[in-house]
């Protein structure tokens, strides 16, 4: 499916054209009653690093027990345990958020992780590269997408510029992605939090989604003469907006600061429930974006050699 755009696009003369639209038994964890103390250590089996939790000798980069699925399923730090293909170089991917390099990683596939620095984007392109694609969740501007949603990009538009993207790849993954729509795509730098700046960017760009990378992916791709593409899948959609609890849980390098959302809500506990309708609808996406990657491979439907 294609959803057509009135964002106008620049050619190497400076001339003006539409984008294109085309149709549409297991031990026992309890341990034995006896006179003994309790200790922890009776309980088998259980790993060395969570007997030291419980110990008490907590570390830094712990991940509790409920979050290991994840980390394997994702390319966690667990997850190298399970790789063993090294990052390809055919593609290079753009991220905003950690779990979105997670899934790559799962997938073997280098990425780019924008946050903080959107500047050591063009530092990590390299020569082997054939491609680069942006990957990742986005916002809903269109009023007929739902959460979960699959949006290929057809053209890319930052505002001022329109980058359109290599048809030949954008074929292979609407033939590889069932149900994925093929439309415009808006980049903006700040987050777009209100439902009236949502419809008032859909009629200003026509752009189907929004997010924070692609429009930085689609300016490297063109500095270095590389194919583009852009698969994104949507967690907030157009009558979703941001809460101030996601907004101050958000740190700058894309993971979550728990604490700051509790504080948040606690000055603000109305936005409990749109931050539990955004959590539901995100956690959605995760699970699209996790499918997609085992779908699309370790080249992401890279068409060339």
């Known amino acids: 499916?294609?959803?057509?755009?009135?964002?106008?696009?620049?050619?190497?003369?400076?001339?003006?054209?539409?984008?294109?639209?085309?149709?549409?038994?297991?031990?026992?964890?309890?341990?034995?009653?006896?006179?003994?103390?309790?200790?922890?250590?009776?309980?088998?089996?259980?790993?060395?690093?969570?007997?030291?939790?419980?110990?008490?000798?907590?570390?830094?980069?712990?991940?509790?027990?409920?979050?290991?699925?994840?980390?394997?399923?994702?390319?966690?730090?667990?997850?190298?345990?399970?790789?063993?293909?090294?990052?390809?170089?055919?593609?290079?991917?753009?991220?905003?958020?950690?779990?979105?390099?997670?899934?790559?990683?799962?997938?073997?596939?280098?990425?780019?992780?924008l946050r903080p620095d959107p500047n050591r984007l063009s530092a990590n392109i390299i020569a082997a590269n054939r491609g680069i694609i942006s990957f990742g969740i986005c916002g809903g501007l269109a009023p007929g997408l739902r959460a979960g949603a699959c949006i290929i990009a057809s053209s890319i538009h930052d505002g001022a510029r329109t980058w359109r993207t290599n048809e030949e790849w954008t074929r292979r993954l609407?033939?590889?992605?069932?149900?994925?729509?093929?439309?415009?795509?808006?980049?903006?730098?700040?987050?777009?939090?209100?439902?009236?700046?949502?419809?008032?960017?859909?009629?200003?760009?026509?752009?189907?989604?929004?997010d924070m990378e692609s429009h930085l992916a689609a300016a490297a791709a063109s500095a270095h003469r590389l194919p583009l593409a852009a698969v994104r899948v949507v967690a907030d959609d157009a009558r979703c907006g941001l809460p101030d609890a996601a907004l101050a849980g958000r740190r700058i390098d894309g993971s979550i600061d728990a604490p700051a959302v509790l504080r948040a809500l606690l000055d603000n506990p109305s936005d409990l429930a749109p931050l539990i309708r955004l959590a539901a609808q995100t956690h959605l996406a995760r699970a699209k974006l996790l499918s997609l990657s085992q779908s699309l491979g370790g080249r992401m439907g890279l068409p060339f050699p």
């Open 1 to 113: 499916m294609f959803i057509g755009n009135h964002i106008g696009e620049e050619t190497t003369a400076g001339a003006t054209r539409d984008a294109y639209a085309a149709d549409e038994p297991e031990p026992s964890l309890v341990a034995g009653s006896d006179a003994r103390r309790f200790s922890w250590r009776e309980l088998w089996p259980i790993s060395n690093r969570l007997r030291s939790y419980l110990d008490g000798k907590i570390w830094s980069d712990w991940e509790p027990a409920w979050r290991w699925a994840d980390l394997f399923a994702e390319g966690g730090k667990e997850a190298s345990l399970w790789r063993s293909a090294p990052p390809s170089s055919d593609i290079l991917a753009i991220v905003g958020l950690q779990f979105e390099a997670r899934i790559l990683a799962s997938r073997s596939i280098r990425s780019v992780f």
């Open 174 to 210: 609407l033939q590889s992605i069932p149900g994925a729509i093929v439309a415009p795509i808006l980049g903006v730098d700040a987050p777009v939090i209100h439902i009236a700046e949502k419809s008032r960017l859909y009629e200003r760009f026509g752009a189907a989604v929004v």
